[in-house]
């Protein structure tokens, strides 16, 4: 058919056609991925969902959902919301003078907490209207599960809205991680992923983004995450690596991560070094992000390196190509100077051949040398699915190629894997 032929379609008719280009394309590329596997003596599985039905856009590719499909409410405003000097400007609007804002400040981000019965340093006649204007509550706790002998814990928030969010508390030899959500849902239609499978409900606001931090502080403070123990203990790494794609609600995480890093009692006083905002590749906020000047460590959820895979992987990069990321994080390396960070889940026999081992390896090379780290991470074991883990040869042996080929690699572990399977699983569930 001619392009001239298509403009008389209806609009129907032009769907169809665009679905049916769309699966010729689809087919081809998959041909390819399988004849390369086969040259390898392996086999190709194919991603796609198991047990749901993943959106179709019109394109008759999955559906990519940048914002939400109708208008939604966010939840009311919150002291951690808000700059240092609008937080003083509100307390002026109430009647109280402006230092009053760093000592609310200091309650919530370096005492953790919001309980009006600890401010004594606050008139007691107000204090109850202060926390109801400042302090709204914004996650409640719905579920808490605990593996690795306490040292890992997965929480289940439920927001204003009813919304479920997760986040995951991890205490390491050296240092204490929280990997946080950004967005209740997601809209990038991974055909693996848990969070994806509902779509976008809507953005979470910078408030909540941040007491999720705030609240795993207090827990650690009364003693509740495993191991040694020291009275300073708080959180002192984060990544964006929970529910939702960071990148998408970028104006409320970059609030959150100059919150996070601003010093007491502004913010939490973090270093900006151990945040990482990871993304599956959303590339003009890459490039925003570069210009931030905040020198937080960038992850790149990559997972395969040639499109023909990645287009049914990560969806996103029907988008944005994996050339196209991958220049993009580069960019982000020459302008902050921060190491990137490539993520890659090792999936059996769907993106574990060494074939593209090699062919990860070359891209990154070709743009130099000593910019990038990869994190191969197996999958957590899903038995009868096609979403597994690796066999331990093929993970060392893509490790090995990677390391051969002059790629600093680091085979990261799985935490958390027996409280359940991939992200978003947990609100998946919801609070039964
Ligand atoms: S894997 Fe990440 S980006 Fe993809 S749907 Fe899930 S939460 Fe969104």
């Not at 996070?260 to 490039?287: F, Q, Y």
Request: with cysteine; aromatic share 6%; glycine share 8%.
């Amino acid at each position: 058919m001619t392009s001239s032929d298509s403009t008389t379609l209806t609009a129907v008719e032009r769907k169809a056609l665009r679905t049916e280009q769309a699966a010729a394309q689809r087919a081809q590329q998959l041909r390819i991925s399988k004849s390369r596997a086969e040259a390898e003596g392996r086999s190709q599985v194919i991603p796609t969902a198991e047990g749901w039905k993943q959106e179709m856009g019109a394109d008759g590719r999955p559906e990519l959902q940048f914002s939400t499909k109708r208008r939604v409410s966010q939840p009311p405003k919150h002291l951690a919301d808000l700059t240092l000097a609008e937080r003083q400007a509100e307390l002026k609007a109430l009647g109280l003078p402006a230092f009053r804002a760093k000592q609310l400040s200091t309650h919530y981000f370096q005492h953790y907490t919001t309980d009006p019965e600890k401010m004594s340093d606050l008139p007691k006649e107000r204090r109850e209207e202060l926390v109801q204007a400042m302090f709204p509550k914004l996650l409640t706790e719905v579920k808490r599960l605990e593996t690795d002998d306490g040292k890992t814990i997965k929480f289940l928030w439920r927001l204003f809205d009813g919304s479920l969010v997760e986040s995951v508390l991890m205490r390491y030899p050296n240092r204490i991680t929280l990997c946080i959500s950004s967005q209740c849902g997601c809209g990038m239609n991974c055909p693996f992923c848990a969070t994806g499978q509902a779509g976008l409900t809507r953005n979470m606001s910078t408030a909540e983004i941040l007491d999720q931090i705030v609240q795993a502080n207090r827990v650690i403070a009364e003693g509740g995450l495993g191991g040694q123990k020291h009275p300073d203990e708080r959180v002192g790494n984060i990544v964006f690596m929970g529910m939702g794609e960071p990148l998408a609600n970028y104006k409320r995480v970059m609030n959150a991560v100059h919150r996070m890093v601003a010093e007491a009692p502004e913010g939490l006083g973090m270093s900006a070094r151990g945040i990482t905002v990871s993304t599956v590749g959303l590339v003009p906020a890459i490039r925003k992000l570069a210009d931030e000047n905040v020198p937080v460590t960038f992850a790149l959820s990559l997972h395969a390196p040639d499109d023909e895979l990645r287009d049914e992987l990560i969806p996103v990069n029907s988008r944005w190509k994996v050339d196209e990321a991958l220049d993009a994080a580069y960019d982000y390396y020459v302008k902050t100077g921060r190491r990137v960070s490539i993520e890659y889940a090792l999936i059996k026999d769907m993106n574990d051949h060494e074939w593209r081992a090699e062919m990860l390896a070359k891209k990154l090379n070709a743009r130099g040398r000593g910019w990038v780290h990869v994190n191969p991470i197996p999958l957590n074991p899903v038995p009868g699915s096609i979403w597994t883990r690796s066999e331990s040869d093929i993970t060392s042996k893509f490790v090995r190629r990677l390391d051969e080929l002059g790629v600093p690699t680091t085979l990261r572990d799985t935490r958390g894997k027996e409280i359940d399977g991939a992200c978003g699983q947990l609100a998946a569930d919801g609070d039964k």
